[in-house]
């Protein structure tokens, strides 16, 4: 196993293309996208069970273990995050490389 940080990224389900996007160009090595994910949070309850989704977030899971490339998106999703509300985690993992 490899010592890697895990950026999770909660963020509104419109938003995600966008979201998905800047992590490719990025450079990000990869991500998990999880649609639906509902919750409460400082700009009030997200509900994932609307038909349109515009009340749903989206996850991001991105396992990465280069420290320049963490900064690089922390720093490209942090003006959306300024502007949209969300939440960015970032803590230690195992990448279990296969």
């Known amino acids: 196993m490899k010592p890697c940080k895990r950026i999770e990224i909660v963020i509104e ?3 995600a293309p966008r979201i998905a996007k ?3 160009k990025l ?5 998990t996208m999880i649609d639906g994910a509902s919750g409460r ?3 009030g309850t997200r ?3 609307e038909i349109t989704g515009i009340s749903s ?3 991001f899971i991105i396992a990465c ?3 320049e490339l963490i900064e690089a998106i922390i720093e490209g999703i942090r003006p959306i995050l300024s502007m949209s509300g969300g939440i960015c985690l970032v803590s230690d993992a195992q ?3 296969h």
């Open 13 to 15: 389900h419109p938003l």
């Open 41 to 43: 949070g400082d700009r």
């Open 95 to 97: 990448w279990l490389r």
């Open 27 to 31: 450079g990000a090595p990869g991500y």
């Open 57 to 59: 977030n989206s996850v």
């Open 47 to 49: 509900h994932a069970d």
């Open 22 to 24: 800047l992590l490719v």
């Open 65 to 67: 273990d280069d420290a």
